[in-house]
Nanobody, 122 residues
Framework: QVQLVESGGGLVQAGGSLRLSCAAS????????MGWFRQPPGKEREFIAA????????AYADSMKGRFTISRDNAKNTVYLQMNSLKPEDAAVYYC???????????????WGQGTQVTVSS
């Protein structure tokens, strides 16, 4: 099993920034790709970005490019999501997920964190 714990969410004013973190533990050899998703209130969960362990390849949803940046520290088994110029519509529960294949992008992720709330005030 892999355990994922997100942190860094909270309340921010529109135009502000947040950096989310997600630390993996347990069978970390099953964390070849780590990704971020979000679920706004009343909407379906959507893919934001993902990054592979081996070569750092990244993939972003088209709508997330430019303001969101994913990165990872393999030594710490941690993935980050830097979010800039936040808008009220970015408010959501943000989830970290991981899978054992090195193909960054949306798809099937067997392991998920519990989520962290991001609220953006206008």
């Amino acid at each position: 099993q892999v355990q994922l714990v997100e942190s860094g969410g909270g309340l921010v004013q529109a135009g502000g920034s947040l950096r989310l973190s997600c630390a993996a533990s347990g069978r970390t050899f099953s964390t070849d790709t780590m990704g971020w998703f979000r679920q706004p209130p009343g909407k379906e969960r959507e893919f934001i970005a993902a990054i592979s362990r081996n070569d750092g390849r990244t993939a972003y949803a088209d709508s997330m490019k430019g303001r969101f940046t994913i990165s990872r520290d393999n030594a710490k088994n941690t993935v980050y999501l830097q979010m800039n110029s936040l808008k009220p519509e970015d408010a959501a529960v943000y989830y970290c997920a991981t899978k054992g294949t090195s193909v960054p992008g949306p798809g099937v992720y067997p392991y998920w964190g519990q989520g962290t709330q991001v609220t953006v005030s206008s």
